[in-house]
């Protein structure tokens, strides 16, 4: 199981930008078979994978937050960052770094990961 510190969110104004960071640690498998990703919760909705990152393949979003969000790692798989640009009061969530060992994939996954590892989350706020 890796240990996920989330930090950077906040409050922002409708078409603004807010960088998300995550520091990423304990991996006990080969780092590239993990799954590593972004998801939210809005009060009353259930939780919601936004972003994800393979360890092998390529990067998805989901459509709420295509063209406007952008997931990166540095190459050790040490953090995980979410930039959120035009944000909307929509985008107002909890949002979790998450991570999940996938090693029969090698590495691979979609937005239907179902992660095991979470962050302790942090609060973004976007206002009209």
């Known amino acids: 199981q890796v240990q996920l510190v989330e930090s950077g969110g906040g409050s922002a104004q409708a078409g603004g930008s807010l960088r998300l960071s995550c520091v990423v640690s304990?991996?006990?498998?080969?780092?590239?078979?993990?799954?590593l990703g972004w998801s939210r919760q809005a009060p009353g909705k259930e939780r919601e994978t936004v972003a994800v990152?393979?360890?092998?393949?390529?990067?998805m979003y989901a459509e709420s937050v295509k063209g406007r969000f952008s997931i990166s790692q540095d190459n050790a798989r040490n953090t995980l960052s979410l930039q959120m640009n035009t944000l909307k009061p929509d985008d107002t969530a909890v949002y979790y770094c998450?991570?999940?060992?996938?090693?029969?994939?090698?590495?691979?996954?979609?937005?239907?990961?179902?992660?095991?590892?979470w962050g302790q989350g942090t609060q973004v706020s976007v206002s009209s």
């Open positions: 998450a991570a999940r060992y996938v090693p029969g994939s090698g590495g691979y996954c979609d937005l239907g990961i179902a992660f095991t590892d």
């Open positions: 990152m393979p360890g092998t393949g390529y990067v």
């Open positions: 304990g991996y006990s498998g080969a780092r590239n078979w993990y799954c």
